[in-house]
């Protein structure tokens, strides 16, 4: 019986020892690479505006197909202008606020449009083309449109106007 005591004892050591050593280090987890960093030189922003859709939505088109000589592809952002500038919590339509709007996209130029009721069937659009780093912008363009009709015919000429060189 004591053998049997023995050999159970000596299972006990042994196990509780196994126990007791250091467990080899788990293997390192594989890390996946850093995201990239924004490096687009020119961001869209899209337009909105409830009021003349047919219009946004002609202007979006125009800013997405822009090209701009020097600055590469564009980066269409996912959000508006307005989005953005309530997101930084800058609303104004002023230097600094498209400055910090530039920032927070990690871009170099913005390219966005205003659209507003001029009147009651009237409608003002502006596009500007924005230097972040100059804190300025580069051009710009406006134009009262009679309608809505004429803004969607001749919001392509406008978009160009400010981005050829």
Not at 16 to 25: D, E, I, K, R, T
Not at 88 to 102: F, L, M, N
Request: hydrophobic fraction near 45%; charged fraction near 20%; proline fraction near 7%.
């Amino acid at each position: 019986m004591a053998s049997h005591r023995g050999r159970f004892g000596a299972l006990t050591i042994a196990a509780l020892s196994a126990c007791a050593h250091p467990q080899p280090a788990a293997p390192a987890p594989v890390s996946s690479p850093a995201p990239p960093v924004n490096t687009a030189k020119l961001v869209v922003l899209l337009a909105e505006s409830p009021t003349f859709p047919k219009a946004a939505q002609a202007t979006n088109d125009s800013l997405v197909h822009a090209q701009i000589d020097g600055l590469g592809a564009a980066q269409v952002s996912k959000v508006s202008l307005e989005v953005v500038q309530l997101a930084i919590e800058c609303v104004e339509p002023s230097v600094t606020c498209y400055e910090a709007v530039g920032r927070s996209l990690a871009a170099k130029d913005l390219l966005f449009a205003q659209i507003a009721a001029a009147s009651r069937r009237q409608l003002k659009v502006t596009i500007t083309l924005f230097d972040v780093d100059a804190k300025t912008p580069k051009t710009k363009a406006e134009k009262i449109f009679a309608s809505e009709d004429e803004a969607t015919a001749g919001i392509a000429e406008l978009v160009a106007e400010v981005t050829r060189p």
